[in-house]
């Protein structure tokens, strides 16, 4: 499934269709200036899925920091139609092989423990629990979970 689609870094006309998906998916959501800022912002990538045939076409995003040798992953979303098919799975998995190649020795991210489906795909990728937010996501009050994940090194070639 994955082959049906293609990651690109996202430019500033893809923030319109970045903040539709992020309106179908949060309750609690970032703004359109937020992901513009992402954008400028010397630390963060922004990346997102289009399908293989319709480059222009965003269904999914994945916004990452690379700072100290860490990749925190502070935003990912598919927009609800193209759930089911790998786009989360695809991103995270661009993502931290960029993210590795910029320097990333481990990664990072914070999430609701009542999400189960982010939870099940975070585990599958290798995250581990290390610890909890309490009252972390204020529309709700609850806590987050921080997951980790040791990122091996990049394969270097030997002469």
């Known amino acids: 499934m994955t082959g049906e689609f293609r990651i690109r870094p996202a430019g500033f006309a ?3 269709a970045i903040h539709r998906i992020e309106t179908l998916s949060f309750l609690t959501r970032w703004s359109r200036w937020s992901f ?3 954008l400028l ?3 963060s990538t922004t990346l997102v899925a289009t399908p ?3 480059p222009s076409r965003v269904v999914g995003y994945l916004v990452y920091w690379v700072a100290a040798g860490e990749m925190h992953i502070l935003n990912l979303a598919v927009h ?3 759930r089911r098919r790998g786009v989360a799975r695809l991103l995270l998995t661009a993502g931290l092989g960029r993210a ?4 990333a020795r481990t990664a990072w991210l914070e999430v609701r423990p009542s999400n189960r489906p982010a939870l099940a795909l975070y585990e599958s990728l290798g995250f581990v629990p290390v610890g909890r937010r309490p009252g972390y996501y204020e529309d709700t009050g609850e806590d987050a979970l921080i997951l980790e994940l040791a990122l091996a090194p990049e394969e270097t070639e030997t002469p």
């Open 100 to 103: 590795r190649g910029q320097g």
């Open 52 to 54: 293989a045939g319709d």
């Open 14 to 16: 893809d923030v319109k």
């Open 41 to 43: 912002n010397p630390l």
């Open 80 to 82: 609800p139609h193209w």
């Open 36 to 38: 513009y800022s992402e």
